[in-house]
């Protein structure tokens, strides 16, 4: 990756739907191509402008794990209560 910054984080996204009490939020699988994410594989919920809190983040060395490491923080969760209060605050 000749073109990036050597602390440029430059991932490839799979996208789920989850649909919870009627109400979408999505889960991105996001997969290191370039820089360090917390794993091989991070999942996080979100309302596409909103990241979900840290801590309902999924991990994994796969895709399959990240996101089953995800669903199972968030298994008794209301989306509502996935997302920081304010806006502002999120990581991968």
């Not at 996208?15 to 999942?43: C, K, M, T």
């Not at 209301?78 to 304010?86: A, G, K, T």
Request: charged share 20%; net charge negative.
């Amino acid at each position: 990756m000749e073109h990036l910054h050597p602390d440029d984080i430059l991932t490839k996204i799979t996208r789920y739907n989850l649909i919870r009490s009627r109400r979408l939020v999505y889960i991105d699988v996001h997969e290191a191509l370039h820089g360090q994410l917390a794993a091989p594989f991070v999942a996080v919920p979100n309302l596409i402008n909103i990241i979900a809190r840290q801590e309902y983040q999924g991990v994994g060395a796969t895709e399959l794990e990240a996101l089953q490491n995800c669903l199972s923080k968030i298994e008794n969760t209301s989306i509502e209560d996935l997302f920081p209060r304010q806006a502002n605050s999120g990581s991968l």
